[in-house]
């Protein structure tokens, strides 16, 4: 098993910048990717990022290119978030996810493992 912790949300205004964090721990040596997926209410889950562990490649959804950035720090088992010129639809509640598979991917489905998120919030 793999446990996922975020923190780093929190209320922003329009252009503003956050960076969200996700610790994990047990067996971390079993995961090949990470990603970051918001949920908005009354929206389904979307995907916005993922990072390779070993190697550092990344993957963006287009809405995202250019304003957030993926980064990972494997001495701490962590993944960031570094989000900037934030809009208020990208209010959600952000969860950070780990994928066994041997391949970087957007699709949800291919995460086995999620943590319970954290609320960013974008005022206009």
């Known amino acids: 098993q793999v446990q996922l912790v975020e923190s780093g949300g929190g209320l922003v205004q329009a252009g503003g910048s956050l960076r969200l964090s996700c610790a994990s721990s047990g067996r971390t040596f079993s995961v090949y990717a990470m990603g970051w997926f918001p949920q908005a209410p009354g929206h389904e889950r979307e995907f916005v990022a993922a990072i390779k562990w070993s190697g550092g490649n990344t993957y963006y959804a287009d809405p995202v290119k250019g304003r957030f950035t993926i980064s990972r720090d494997n001495a701490k088992n962590t993944v960031y978030l570094q989000m900037n010129s934030l809009k208020p639809e990208d209010t959600a509640v952000y969860s950070c996810?780990?994928?066994?598979?041997?391949?970087?991917?957007?699709?949800?489905?291919?995460?086995?493992?999620w943590g319970q998120g954290t609320q960013v919030t974008v005022s206009s």
């Open positions: 996810a780990a994928s066994r598979g041997m391949v970087l991917t957007p699709q949800e489905g291919r995460y086995a493992y």
